[in-house]
């Protein structure tokens, strides 16, 4: 199995998953209940495929860390398949596959998330396996040395390797001076070697608790028989004593814009613009989320139509709104067409924006940006991993896990008036931040 | 339930209930008048419905106009006689929906209570396309500068080598389009194409979702029912086979830190072979995954490669085998060594029951979780057809999986197996490890374009590295001259896509000091000076000591003629036989400098003069005519191809001069 696909601990992967939106009209029904270790458990039942989801959103990403051991949640999701006390090295990925089953794993900035999907006669196995992970993850110094070596790696592929691969980095430290999201979840390699054996041992004992967590299951399950096999593995399972972090700081509010420049090896240059989002719960996220389609999603959203088609001045504009739960940013990647400048292709976005704050969007518009979104929600519970997710994530962000209901709702009540309020509100230029990506071969040519 | 348990044992798995029964929904089917054949799998669960159409056509060689059929989806959706592109775009958009062509496929989905739109936009671009001129020429251009790219992507030179040699360049399988035969495409044959294969008779059309079977008829009769049949002929291709023994085949990447490695052979195995699906399980074995024999020794025992796979694919032509890893340069030989170890293991009976089992746990699996998707269903319905599967080839697939024996593999295992019968292509650092890997086979090389390399060893045995170096300089105006050769100033130009680009060069070889600058128009973009021990970038005002390694670059241009030092400097140069540059005979030579950088120099067997120069860090520099500057020779034009820029660079001299006066203002 490719390790690069499995540990999406990366900076955009984990960005597109908080970044999905919407769910269906189709009422997503579920069952709920709590352990008293605190466990939140959520069940869906749908018996069409004879496959089961089994997931655990810990409630710890890069921004529960110590700014001196940066990197730790994301290092944690690659030490977690080391094994239990019950379970041997390396054996997690091969049993998963071995029943037939798949597994998967990724960090971000709020949470650390693993789920498995299996033929829906080995649920117990995943649940057992889940919960060896929960109660006494192997964490010793053989795993540790030798995640450290694949974390390196991942960093080195997915970031320093990659065309535009640091964006995140770049902006993350810019754009948050006080609040922890300065940092991004790949964290610094520094951090992880110093670290010793028993701040691990720490981190586990404090984040990876049951009260720190939301166990959901969904597929071909047995409501009855599932809560039984939850219990018998999961009641045992100590409640957490360590002191969560959780980081009350409000960024200040920035009133200059700050610019930069990065060079890196890519072919063309790029604009990176970042804006400041509300917290994920607030009101405003629905009308955000469809402004961010409408500037970038499809290939007749404003600035594809305007600033790719017309003016040919860049190959893509891509929104990428990363709805953090304490306020994400708003991003906007441009990369140039052959020739542009940067200010010049800066300058193309910008116009449209200022015409969209300006004259707002028109009526017909309005309706096409409806049906896309429309269209986003329904496909967005296609599978029922994908299910698992959504409920999980509604439980930890909104409190309740039937938000994933009340989403289309919420779309519906975003008015034409809304977009054109929020474009001015949040896309401000005082306290953007603007970078600029230039190749190194810029400068050495020849 | 109230349960409560005890002690809970968990020192071993829980034990799986029953195994749960796999049902595989059935597609309804109806044909058209005009013979479309349509497949219906009836899923309510989401309001939305896809259609995908397939063409069941014989492969097309498309010969000098190779690249034909990669426009034709793109064509397609280039606009229709009622609406433009823009208004195609839009109007997709609108409906939050989508649609994509392929040349022999097309698929659109959207939410069920728009799917009347949809079909009018889907059969408008599949039955009256209006194929502008403009949109081709747009595609032609994006298609030269994507043959540019792959010029430098190991990934895509590995494939288009390996197509060649396992299928032969006169085969659809192993054609491939060029910059001239991308622009021998024309508007007449796009249209050609579409008239001769876009036919209902030979169409599948699957429709998956929130559909009954009547809506399906009613719908797929009023948007489909006017496209209008034809005869299209089935075309007969050679079945190429392995080869007699095994070669190696080579593509040097010189600026590669690994080689891509990869063994392949044609096998003559089609879907419908009774061999087909333990063929699977064989090389599920052998490289399906992270419980692949490939991945543990490769990757877990020997550390060569973050991973190793194979796969054997089956064509209702000719299919093939493939194992592929990226593996660190200094491990190449060593790895190739491996794959044709593993190639051989699997024909000793080695095969365990463990093995055989997890594979079909993994194989059966992956079936079981591909049912959640609806579509999967239609996939199984439309594959039945094309590739004359039995009837019930899926519902029994689990059945037959399971049926699937140790001895059988064991049988199996010769015919599928050719470690001896393959070819081992590399692309990477070649003169790394070309030496080493004599032992496996025929060396034969390749350019990054795939084409066979020709390269002849050196007959006259008087020819050494010192001398080719030496007629070089002799050739340029003699040491002398060059010697006196203090300064030089070079002012040359490219263009790229219309922007002009200016690179001035100035050197004083006596400070020693060198400026480059590059100007976009009349902007400058970036300006370097150049010191012994440092160099200074200067971009959009802004100051910067170069990074070591492109300072190590850089420091090269403070040397006007370096040949003319290689000696004093401890460089030593190798002869490495004859190789073309341009349909020209030239010396290939490798110079190696004290700190171990390497560069590759051809110079002309005829004229002596230097015609490209290779290295890791700068790339490719293929040098031009040369002119006489009062008694010195220069190149007036150079094609620079770096690993740094998406498209080679041709640059042309406009102005050149040699001990020009400099001013110290010059150096600031």
Known sequence: MNKRKLFSGGLLTGLLCLTAIAQSQEKIKFKEFTLANGLTVIMHQDKTTPIAAVSVLYHVGSKNENPERTGFAHFFEHLLFEGSENIGRGEFMKKI????????????????????????????????????????????????????????????????????????????????????????????????????????????????????????????????????????????????????????????????????????????????????????????????????????????????????????????????????????????????????????????????ISKLQNQGITDSDFAKLKAQIENMVVNRFSSVAGIAESLAEAKVYYGHADEVNQEMKKYNQVTKADIQRVAKQYLVKNGRVVLHYLPKSTAQHQ | MGLSYGQVDRSKYPEPGPAPEINIGNAETFTLANGLKVFVVENHKLPRVT??????????????????????????????????????DEAIDRIGGSITFGSASASASSLTKYQDKLLTLFSDILLHPSFPQTELDKLKKQAISGLASEKDDPEAISDKVANVVLYGKDHPYGEFATEKTVANVQLTDVKTYYDTYFKPNIGYLAIVGDITKKEAEKLTNQYFGSWTKGDVKKIEWPVPAAPEKTNVVLVNRPTSVQSIVKVTYPLALKYNDPDALAAQVLNNILGGGSTGRLFLNLRERKGYTYGAYSTISPDKIVGNFDANASVRTEVTDSAIYQFLQELKRLDQNTITEEELASAKAVMSGRFGRSLEQPATIARFAINTELQELPQDYYKNYLKHLNEVSVAQLNSLAPKYSKPDNAYIVVVGNTDAFKDKLKPYGDIAYYTNTGEPEVKTAVQDASVTAEGVINNYLKALGGREKLQSVKSLKSVQEAEVQGMKITAALLVDQTKPVAVQTMKMGDQVLSKIIIHKDKATMEMKGQQKEAPAEMFQALKQTLTIFPELYYAANGAKVALDGIGKVNEEDAYKIIVTQPDGTKVVNYYSVSSGLKLKSTSTSIGEVEFGAYKDYNGVKLPIGSTINSPNMPVPLKMTVVEQEINPTLSVSDFE
């Open chain 1, 97 to 352: 596959e071995g029943i037939g089953g798949t597994l998967n794993a990724y960090t971000t900035n709020d949470q650390t998330y693993y789920h498995e999907v299996v033929p829906s006669n080995y649920l117990e196995t995943a649940l057992y396996m889940e919960s060896e992970r929960m109660m006494h993850a192997k964490i010793d110094s053989v795993g540790v040395e030798t995640q450290r070596e694949v974390v390196k790696e991942e960093k080195r592929q997915r970031m320093d390797n990659q065309p535009y691969g640091s964006i995140l980095i770049e902006v993350l430290k810019r754009a948050y001076q006080k609040h922890p999201y300065h940092w991004a979840t790949i964290g610094s390699m520094e951090h992880l070697n110093a670290a010793s054996l028993d701040e691990f041992m720490t981190f586990y004992k404090t984040y990876y608790v049951p009260n720190n967590a939301v166990l959901s299951i969904a597929g071909d399950i047995d409501y009855d028989q599932t809560e039984a096999w939850v219990k018998k593995y999961f009641d045992e399972i100590p409640k957490g004593q360590g002191e969560i972090n959780r980081p009350h700081i409000t960024e200040p509010k920035r009133d200059q814009e700050i610019r930069d420049t990065v060079y890196d090896n890519i072919q063309l240059p790029a604009v990176v613009e970042a804006y400041n989002l509300p917290r994920k719960d607030s009101p405003d996220s629905y009308a955000l989320n469809m402004l961010s389609t409408y500037l970038a999603g499809g290939k007749s959203s404003l600035l594809n139509k305007e600033v790719v088609d017309k003016q040919q001045k860049a190959v893509q504009v891509v929104a990428m709104p990363l709805d953090l739960e304490d306020g994400g940013l708003f991003l906007f990647l441009g990369i140039a067409n052959m020739g542009i400048q940067a200010d010049s292709l800066e300058y193309a976005i910008d116009e449209q």
């Open chain 2, 51 to 88: 259609y995908s159409l397939v063409l069941d056509r014989s492969p097309v060689y498309e010969g000098e106009k190779a690249g034909l059929t990669s426009f034709v989806g793109d064509m397609l959706m280039g606009g229709t006689q009622r609406r433009t592109k823009d208004e195609l």
